[in-house]
Structures are given as structure tokens and as C-alpha cells.
């Protein structure tokens, strides 16, 4: 999350732009995105700089060459004339950056069509001065930063771009626990937020495998995560994620996943991790016919849903976010597809998560969705927990809380009981997580929501006995006339 203090700076640079003459939203979001990713690049060659350094090597996979020290970040915001400095930046830097990745990378593929439209010498530099003072750390403040810009425009309820926010995002991951060996799919991938927190999970448990040989790191850099969005911006943006998170060319394509033209592609992933869109639903005619097959219906959630199950490998597994409502939906389409999770995959587990967790862009209830495609069935025991709190406060606000305590963070205990699911067995349905039994789902028209099999405990309130309160009242009225007593005699 990213504090009041960099949110105030987005709002002045925001208003630069806006009174320098650029008004369309997503523009600015594009423009200062390009900024924010050169100003990374050179962050990123400073690092790999001061490891040469120490270690008196050359530097390892440098960023700019001798020859273009002039296009960093640290060297043209000190140039001081606001007019060479744009010349730098939109003849010099802007090529440079269209030029990174492979030739033939999704990168290059999408940045083909970006375009530097900052209008004038006088916004670039004092857009250039603000973007300075934001830290930009390892966390990908990028990213933070663009969830922040998002909630600002007013479409952003309708087209549904919201970003997952990191820790559920991480907590996905850690649960999934991807592997070298994986192929990972996020078919609405917006800014990549899924692909990139997957590939920092495997750079960090699993380098020594990944980076063993020319082959493996080929494989993890070409072949292991890919991303469907149709929105170039998107497109464009989750590249640029991939590539500062140190992945050369994921297969990143502009593909509407539930459409027809699409229908081919199945049976490829062994992971998928996403948070489709829910608002919306589609024409019949221009959807899938295969997923129509699957469950008849328009709404967007359902379908992506049959969808994940048609891209999964069997043995694959899935975690993604899921409306509340597609866990205890009554129409036909909805308890479909539940039965088909629950009958013929396996449904593994269900966390319910508390509706300020998108806030302050959405107040919607969601829950996390785990399952493995068999084609076969497997599903024994699910596993609920009730996720009452996520770290952070559940209004607008969204501040940190002190995640030592349970109360303020249940992330950690919902990763540690997933990872010992044999010591949930004896767990009461009084209690924040149970398991429950597939026959009992099956009975209840497999309706997922938690509160169908959690037990709420009523505590007894005892109240004292009628008399009993008249009996105290009368002593304090009388004490009351007394005191009034008391109080004529004063003022006779």
C-alpha cells in the first residue's frame, strides 16, 4: 500500500498534467508510467553499478552502455534547461526504451505503438522534478502507484481495472507455492500483478534451479508465465513489470480470453492465478461456444471460471478471486458450475475474504477459489476459512494496521493452516477455519458461502430479575429527592 505522502505527490503531478493539457486519464497513466519505468532502469543500473564496484568486476548485464550515461535518470533531471532536457528525453531516452528486450519479445512487440505525447519542455520538467521524490522501491511502487491512479479515474468502476491489491496477491502465491516445472497463466492480466509476484516467488525459492543452466533460464524467461489482456495500455504496462522484475519475454498477448476466436487454447497451463473481471456480461454470440457449453450464461465471472477450467492442464491447479456471489448464486448457470467443481474436479478450499479488502475502488464481498482439474473427480474435504482481516483498515482509508496481531492480519495463520490442512481435521465449525465434508455440499445445492456451515455461538446474557431493577430504582429516586431537598434548602 503506499502512504498518504506519495498519494499527495500523485495528486500534484496528477494536476500537472492535467493543467500542462493532457486530460485524458489513461494517458496520464501511460505517460507516467514510461517516466516512472526509466527512472527504474537507472535504479536497476545503479544497483548491478555498486555491486561491480565491490567487487571490482565489469558491470554484470548493464542497463545504458558508456555511450548513454547521458539517457539516466540521475544525469538528465540534472540538466537544468528544461528545453534539452525534453529534447533528451523524447529523442534520445523514449527510442532507447523501445528499443530493450529481445527483437522479437512482447516488450518490442508492445511498445511498438507507444507514444511520448508530454506536450511541452515546462510539464516534462516539473512532472520530471515531482516523479523524483518518489521512492521506488523493490515492492514495485510502480504498480502501487498505478492502483492509486486508477481509483481516480471515473471509468474505472465500469471496465472493471482494478488491481489486486499485493499482500492477497502474495498470500495467492505462497499458497500455490509455484514451481520451475510450472507454466502460469493469468487470462486477465491487467498490469501483470499475478506474474510478476509468481516470478519473485520463484527468483527467490528456487534461483539456483532456475539459472542452472542456458535452457532453464530460457525456459523461465520465454516459456513459464503468460498473460491475456485486450487493452494495449495494459499490455504495454504489464510488459514493462515483467521485464524490471527481471523477466525477459513472457508470452503477454492481446487476446479477449472468452472470446471464440480463442477457443482453441486449452489444456496448456499447470497454474493459473487471477482476478477476472466481474462487472459486465457478454453477447452469446461473440463468447466462446465451448464455454457456453460448459455453463449457458452472459455473466463474465461464470465464464471465466469454465474458462480456467478449459486452459488448465489436468493435474493443474487454480487460485482466483471469485464475487461472493458465484459461491451461492441460485441460477441454474451457477449451481453448474459449483457441481462440476466440486464433482468432477477437486475443490480444495474456499477463503472468504471481507468486502473492504478492494476498497476504496470497490465495496464488493469476494472469496479465494483453490482447485485442481482432474476430469475426475477428488474433491473429499474442503477447506473454509473466514479471513476477517487483511492487515490493513477495511474503510477508504486502507491503513496499516499492526499485523503482529491475529485480529489485524489473518494472512499469515490462513498460509500456515493451508500448509498443515491435517491439523484442521479436528477444527470446530466454531472456529475461523474447518474442513467440510464433499456430502454435506452436495446436500446443500453445493452452496460455497461459509455461513452454510459455520456455527455461531450465542452468548448467554443474564439480566437481572425485574424486581430486582425497580427495587434500585426506587433507592436512586429517593436519592434524587433528596438531593433536590437539600438543594431548596441552599438557594431558600
Same mark, same amino acid.
Given at each position: 500500500?503506499?502512504?498518504?505522502?506519495?498519494?499527495?505527490?500523485?495528486?500534484?503531478?496528477?494536476?500537472?498534467?492535467?493543467?500542462? &493539457?493532457?486530460?485524458?486519464? /489513461?494517458?496520464?497513466?501511460?505517460?507516467?508510467?514510461?517516466?516512472? $519505468? *526509466? +527512472?527504474? #532502469?537507472? %535504479?536497476?543500473?545503479?544497483?548491478?553499478?555498486?555491486?561491480?564496484?565491490?567487487?571490482?568486476?565489469?558491470?554484470?548485464?548493464?542497463?545504458?552502455?558508456?555511450?548513454?550515461?547521458?539517457?539516466?535518470?540521475?544525469?538528465?533531471?540534472?540538466? &537544468?534547461?528544461?528545453?534539452? /532536457?525534453?529534447?533528451?528525453?523524447?529523442?534520445?531516452?523514449?527510442? $532507447? *526504451? +523501445?528499443? #530493450?528486450? %529481445?527483437?522479437?519479445?512482447?516488450?518490442?512487440?508492445?511498445?511498438?505503438?507507444?507514444?511520448?505525447?508530454?506536450?511541452?519542455?515546462?510539464?516534462?520538467?516539473?512532472?520530471?522534478?515531482?516523479?523524483?521524490?518518489?521512492?521506488?522501491?523493490?515492492?514495485?511502487?510502480?504498480?502501487?502507484?498505478?492502483?492509486?491512479?486508477?481509483?481516480?479515474?471515473?471509468?474505472?468502476?465500469?471496465?472493471?481495472?482494478?488491481?489486486?491489491?499485493?499482500?492477497?496477491?502474495?498470500?495467492?502465491?505462497?499458497?500455490?507455492?509455484?514451481?520451475?516445472?510450472?507454466?502460469?497463466?493469468?487470462?486477465?492480466?491487467?498490469?501483470?500483478?499475478?506474474?510478476?509476484?509468481?516470478?519473485?516467488?520463484?527468483?527467490?525459492?528456487?534461483?539456483?534451479?532456475?539459472?542452472?543452466?542456458?535452457?532453464?533460464?530460457?525456459?523461465?524467461?520465454?516459456?513459464?508465465?503468460?498473460?491475456?489482456?485486450?487493452?494495449?495500455?495494459?499490455?504495454?504496462?504489464?510488459?514493462?513489470?515483467?521485464?524490471?522484475?527481471?523477466?525477459?519475454?513472457?508470452?503477454?498477448?492481446?487476446?479477449?480470453?472468452?472470446?471464440?476466436?480463442?477457443?482453441?487454447?486449452?489444456?496448456?497451463?499447470?497454474?493459473?492465478?487471477?482476478?477476472?473481471?466481474?462487472?459486465?456480461?457478454?453477447?452469446?454470440?461473440?463468447?466462446?461456444?465451448?464455454?457456453?457449453?460448459?455453463?449457458?450464461?452472459?455473466?463474465?465471472?461464470?465464464?471465466?471460471?469454465?474458462?480456467?477450467?478449459?486452459?488448465?492442464?489436468?493435474?493443474?491447479?487454480?487460485?482466483?478471486?471469485?464475487?461472493?456471489?458465484?459461491?451461492?448464486?441460485?441460477?441454474?448457470?451457477?449451481?453448474?458450475?459449483?457441481?462440476?467443481?466440486?464433482?468432477?474436479?477437486?475443490?480444495?478450499?474456499?477463503?472468504?475474504?471481507?468486502?473492504?479488502?478492494?476498497?476504496?475502488?470497490?465495496?464488493?464481498?469476494?472469496?479465494?477459489?483453490?482447485?485442481?482439474?482432474?476430469?475426475?473427480?477428488?474433491?473429499?474435504?474442503?477447506?473454509?476459512?473466514?479471513?476477517?482481516?487483511?492487515?490493513?483498515?477495511?474503510?477508504?482509508?486502507?491503513?496499516?494496521?499492526?499485523?503482529?496481531?491475529?485480529?489485524?492480519?489473518?494472512?499469515?495463520?490462513?498460509?500456515?493452516?493451508?500448509?498443515?490442512?491435517?491439523?484442521?481435521?479436528?477444527?470446530?465449525?466454531?472456529?475461523?477455519?474447518?474442513?467440510?465434508?464433499?456430502?454435506?455440499?452436495?446436500?446443500?445445492?453445493?452452496?460455497?458461502?461459509?455461513?452454510?456451515?459455520?456455527?455461531?455461538?450465542?452468548?448467554?446474557?443474564?439480566?437481572?430479575?425485574?424486581?430486582?431493577?425497580?427495587?434500585?430504582?426506587?433507592?436512586?429516586?429517593?436519592?434524587?429527592?433528596?438531593?433536590?431537598?437539600?438543594?431548596?434548602?441552599?438557594?431558600?
Amino acid at each position: 500500500m503506499i502512504t498518504g505522502t506519495i498519494k499527495s505527490q500523485v495528486d500534484r503531478i496528477w494536476d500537472a498534467f492535467w493543467s500542462g &493539457g493532457i486530460s485524458n486519464p /489513461l494517458e496520464v497513466i501511460e505517460q507516467m508510467t514510461y517516466l516512472l $519505468f *526509466i +527512472k527504474r #532502469l537507472d %535504479e536497476i543500473h545503479s544497483v548491478r553499478e555498486k555491486k561491480a564496484a565491490r567487487l571490482g568486476k565489469p558491470i554484470e548485464e548493464p542497463v545504458f552502455s558508456p555511450e548513454q550515461q547521458n539517457l539516466r535518470w540521475s544525469v538528465f533531471k540534472q540538466l &537544468g534547461d528544461a528545453a534539452t /532536457l525534453f529534447d533528451v528525453v523524447a529523442n534520445q531516452v523514449f527510442p $532507447f *526504451i +523501445k528499443t #530493450l528486450g %529481445e527483437a522479437d519479445s512482447t516488450y518490442a512487440t508492445h511498445m511498438k505503438d507507444a507514444r511520448f505525447t508530454i506536450p511541452s519542455p515546462a510539464l516534462l520538467a516539473k512532472v520530471v522534478d515531482m516523479l523524483d521524490a518518489i521512492p521506488m522501491d523493490d515492492r514495485d511502487t510502480k504498480g502501487d502507484l498505478y492502483e492509486y491512479m486508477l481509483g481516480k479515474i471515473a471509468s474505472a468502476g465500469q471496465n472493471g481495472q482494478f488491481r489486486t491489491p499485493r499482500h492477497i496477491i502474495k498470500l495467492m502465491v505462497e499458497m500455490m507455492a509455484p514451481k520451475p516445472a510450472d507454466t502460469i497463466c493469468d487470462p486477465a492480466c491487467g498490469t501483470a500483478g499475478f506474474l510478476v509476484a509468481a516470478a519473485e516467488h520463484l527468483q527467490h525459492h528456487h534461483s539456483n534451479e532456475i539459472y542452472t543452466d542456458q535452457a532453464s533460464a530460457k525456459r523461465f524467461n520465454h516459456d513459464t508465465f503468460h498473460g491475456f489482456d485486450f487493452d494495449s495500455t495494459m499490455l504495454r504496462v504489464g510488459s514493462m513489470n515483467m521485464l524490471l522484475h527481471g523477466v525477459e519475454n513472457p508470452a503477454i498477448e492481446n487476446r479477449d480470453s472468452l472470446s471464440e476466436s480463442h477457443a482453441g487454447v486449452e489444456g496448456q497451463f499447470s497454474l493459473i492465478l487471477a482476478n477476472p473481471p466481474f462487472a459486465g456480461s457478454l453477447d452469446y454470440e461473440s463468447t466462446a461456444q465451448d464455454l457456453q457449453r460448459m455453463v449457458k450464461t452472459k455473466k463474465t465471472e461464470l465464464l471465466f471460471l469454465a474458462l480456467f477450467l478449459r486452459l488448465l492442464k489436468p493435474g493443474g491447479r487454480a487460485a482466483v478471486i471469485v464475487p461472493d456471489g458465484v459461491l451461492f448464486g441460485s441460477s441454474k448457470a451457477h449451481k453448474t458450475l459449483r457441481q462440476m467443481l466440486v464433482e468432477g474436479q477437486k475443490l480444495d478450499a474456499i477463503i472468504s475474504m471481507p468486502s473492504g479488502v478492494f476498497r476504496p475502488y470497490a465495496g464488493v464481498s469476494t472469496a479465494i477459489l483453490l482447485f485442481t482439474k482432474t476430469n475426475s473427480g477428488g474433491t473429499d474435504k474442503v477447506w473454509f476459512y473466514d479471513m476477517r482481516a487483511d492487515g490493513y483498515s477495511l474503510d477508504d482509508k486502507r491503513n496499516e494496521l499492526d499485523q503482529a496481531k491475529h485480529q489485524n492480519d489473518n494472512l499469515p495463520d490462513i498460509l500456515s493452516r493451508w500448509q498443515n490442512l491435517a491439523g484442521e481435521v479436528e477444527r470446530e465449525r466454531t472456529e475461523q477455519s474447518f474442513l467440510v465434508p464433499k456430502d454435506e455440499i452436495a446436500g446443500t445445492d453445493y452452496d460455497l458461502s461459509i455461513n452454510r456451515y459455520k456455527q455461531v455461538v450465542h452468548e448467554v446474557v443474564e439480566y437481572e430479575s425485574p424486581a430486582k431493577i425497580i427495587a434500585e430504582l426506587k433507592v436512586l429516586e429517593a436519592e434524587i429527592a433528596k438531593g433536590t431537598a437539600e438543594l431548596e434548602v441552599m438557594l431558600g
